[in-house]
C-alpha cells in the first residue's frame, strides 16, 4: 500500500513571509558582495594602469613657432626615454588620441581642433625596472624645457586612498548586511522553532536523543533558507550578468565610474551568500533545539 | 520494574501535590490509579514517565535510580515507556498512521518494516480506514485511539494511560480495555489512571487511590 510519509517538522504558518525576508537579505548582500568585488577589481586596475606608465607632457610655449617647437622637444624627450633603461616603449600620442582625451568634456567639433593642445608622450615602464624618475626629469629639462614628467605619483597615491576608501567601504556595507542576514536567518530559525517548541517536547518525551531532533530541525531550516536565500542571491547575480550583457552588446559605461559586471570568476564567488545562510541556519537550528531539550527534564 | 520511595512533589514554591508515596509496580502487573479530580494522579504518571524530576524521594525505574542515572540514559529509558496523554498530544501535521509510527521512527526502524504492523493496529482500534487523516478532523474518541495506538505501537515494557477511555463510548472503551490486558498478557506492565468505576470493576486488577497527595492502596496485586 503506498502511502504519504509526513515530515517530522511542518512547514509552520508564517513561514513565506520570513523565507521573503531571507530572500531578500541574500539579495542585499550578495550585492554588497559584488559590489566589494568590483571594488577590488577596479581598486587593483587603478594601481596597474598607472603604475607602469609614465607620461611627458610638452606644453605649448608662449612664443615663437608652437607646432615647430613642440615636435622639436616630442623628438627629444622620446630620444632621452628610448636612451632610459627600464622603459619599454614611448610613443607621442596622435591627434585623434588626444581628441577622444578631451571628448567627453568638449565634445566633438572644430573648436577642439582650433584649441592648442599639449603633446602627450606616453611610455610604459618594464615590469620590475627601477627608474630615477628625478633623473629622468632632470635630463627631460635639459632636452625640452616645455616639458613636463609625470610619473603619476600623485595621481597613484590620490587614487589609492580613493581605491581603497571604496574597498573598505563595500566591504563595511557587505559586513553590515552580512550581520543583519545572519541575524535575519537566526530569528527566524529562532520565531519557527518557538511555534515548535510543544513537539521537541513530545519527542523528548517519547526517547529521541537531543542529536535526533536537532537533526529533523535543522535539516528543515537549513533546507527552507537554502532556497530562500539562492533565490536572493540568484536575482542578483542575474542582474550582475544583465550588466555584463549591456557592456558586451555595447552600451558604454559611464567614464571614469567602476565597471558594474562581475566576471564569471566572480559571480562564483555570489554562491557564497546561500551557504553562509544556510549554515547559519543549520548551526543556529541546532543550538536552539539542544538548549530547549536541555531546559527540559 | 517501577519503585517509588518516599516522594514527594511540588511545583515551584506551591503546597506538595504529592506526600510520601511510596509503591512498587511488578514487573507485569497491571495496576489501576484512581483519585478524585486533582489528587495528583497526572503528576504520578508524569513523574513516572520522566515528564518532571521528583522534589524529594527515590524513584527507581527499570532497575535504574533515577536520581544518580545519567541524562545520557533517559532517552533509552523513556522509549521502554508507552504513554496516553490525557490531552494526546498528536502533531497535527502529520497522519494518524504517521503519529502511531512515531515511536517506531524514533527507534531508528524503518517504514517498510513497520508498515504493516501499524496499518493492523489502526484497523484493531477501529480507525483502519482514516489512517491517512489528520488529527484535526478525527473526532475526540478517534484522536484518543491513536494516541493509545501510538502508546502500544512498540510494544513498552511500561504502558501509563492518563483516562484512556474518557472519549469513547462503552464498546469502544472495553475493547481498549482489552488491548491493554493482551499488551499485559505479552509482558507489559500497565498503570492506567481513571475515574470509570465501571472499568476498574471489570477485572481483578490492583488498585492504588490517591488523596490529597498520598496513596491508598484499595486493592492487592493481581492480574486481568
Do not use: C
Not at chain 2, 503546597?15 to 495496576?31: A, H, I, M, N, Q
Not at chain 2, 484518543?144 to 469513547?168: F, K, M, S, W, Y
Request: aromatic fraction near 6%.
Amino acid at each position: 500500500m503506498t502511502r504519504p510519509s509526513g515530515r517530522l517538522v511542518p512547514r509552520e504558518k508564517g513561514a513565506a513571509p520570513l523565507d521573503l525576508v531571507i530572500a531578500v537579505m541574500a539579495f542585499l548582500a550578495a550585492l554588497a558582495l559584488g559590489a566589494s568585488l568590483l571594488a577590488a577589481r577596479t581598486s587593483e586596475g587603478w594601481r596597474a594602469g598607472l603604475t607602469d606608465r609614465l607620461t611627458v607632457q610638452i606644453l605649448v610655449p608662449a612664443h615663437g613657432d608652437a607646432p615647430t617647437i613642440m615636435a622639436r622637444e616630442s623628438d627629444a624627450v622620446i630620444a632621452v626615454l628610448n636612451r632610459t633603461q627600464g622603459i619599454g616603449h614611448a610613443a607621442p600620442l596622435s591627434d585623434t588620441e588626444m581628441q577622444a582625451l578631451v571628448e567627453p568634456w568638449l565634445g566633438k567639433g572644430s573648436l577642439v581642433a582650433e584649441l592648442p593642445l599639449p603633446r602627450l608622450i606616453d611610455a610604459s615602464i618594464v615590469p620590475g625596472a627601477a627608474i630615477d624618475i628625478d633623473a629622468l626629469a632632470a635630463q627631460i629639462k635639459a632636452v625640452a624645457p616645455d616639458a613636463q614628467l609625470d610619473d603619476h605619483s600623485r595621481w597613484i597615491a590620490r587614487l589609492a586612498t580613493l581605491a581603497d576608501t571604496i574597498l573598505w567601504s563595500a566591504l563595511g556595507v557587505l559586513i553590515l548586511i552580512a550581520i543583519a542576514t545572519a541575524a535575519t536567518v537566526a530569528f527566524a530559525t529562532r520565531a519557527g522553532l518557538e511555534a515548535q517548541h510543544d513537539m521537541v517536547a513530545l519527542l523528548h518525551q517519547m526517547g529521541a536523543h537531543a542529536l535526533f531532533i536537532a537533526r529533523a530541525f535543522e535539516r528543515h531550516y537549513a533546507l527552507a533558507t537554502l532556497g530562500a536565500s539562492l533565490a536572493g542571491a540568484s536575482l542578483a547575480a542575474i542582474l550582475f550578468a544583465l550588466a555584463g550583457g549591456l557592456e558586451f552588446a555595447g552600451v558604454e559605461p559611464v567614464p571614469f565610474l567602476p565597471p558594474i559586471a562581475l566576471k564569471l570568476s566572480e559571480l562564483a564567488w555570489l554562491a557564497a551568500v546561500p551557504m553562509a545562510a544556510t549554515v547559519i541556519a543549520w548551526l543556529t537550528a541546532r543550538l536552539s533545539v539542544l538548549a530547549v531539550v536541555r531546559e527540559i527534564y | 520494574m517501577v519503585r517509588f520511595e518516599n516522594v514527594g512533589m511540588r511545583y515551584g514554591a506551591g503546597p506538595e501535590v504529592l506526600r510520601d508515596v511510596t509503591f512498587v509496580l511488578e514487573s507485569g502487573s497491571f495496576t489501576f490509579l484512581t483519585g478524585l479530580s486533582g489528587a495528583g494522579k497526572t503528576t504520578l504518571l508524569k513523574l513516572i514517565y520522566l515528564g518532571e524530576p521528583p522534589s524529594r524521594g527515590l524513584i527507581t525505574l527499570f532497575g535504574h535510580d533515577m536520581a544518580t542515572a545519567k541524562r545520557s540514559e533517559f532517552p533509552a529509558i523513556r522509549r521502554r515507556i508507552g504513554v496516553v496523554f490525557q490531552d494526546f498530544r498528536l502533531l497535527p501535521h502529520l497522519s494518524a498512521f504517521d503519529n502511531v509510527a512515531l515511536p517506531l521512527k524514533l527507534a531508528g526502524r524503518h517504514e517498510g518494516d513497520y508498515e504493516h504492523d501499524v496499518e493492523e493496529l489502526l484497523s484493531w482500534v477501529g480507525l483502519g480506514d482514516r489512517m491517512h487523516a489528520r488529527p484535526a478532523t478525527l473526532s475526540g474518541g478517534e484522536q484518543q485511539r491513536i494516541a493509545i495506538a501510538r502508546a502500544v505501537v512498540a510494544r513498552p515494557d511500561l504502558l501509563i494511560a492518563d483516562e484512556p477511555t474518557g472519549n469513547v463510548d462503552a464498546e469502544i472503551g472495553g475493547r481498549l480495555i482489552r488491548l491493554f490486558g493482551e499488551l499485559n498478557r505479552l509482558g507489559t506492565t500497565v498503570l492506567i489512571a481513571t475515574h470509570d468505576r465501571a472499568l476498574i470493576e471489570s477485572g481483578r486488577a490492583r488498585e492504588m487511590r490517591l488523596v490529597d497527595g498520598r496513596l491508598v492502596e484499595l486493592r492487592g496485586v493481581g492480574r486481568t
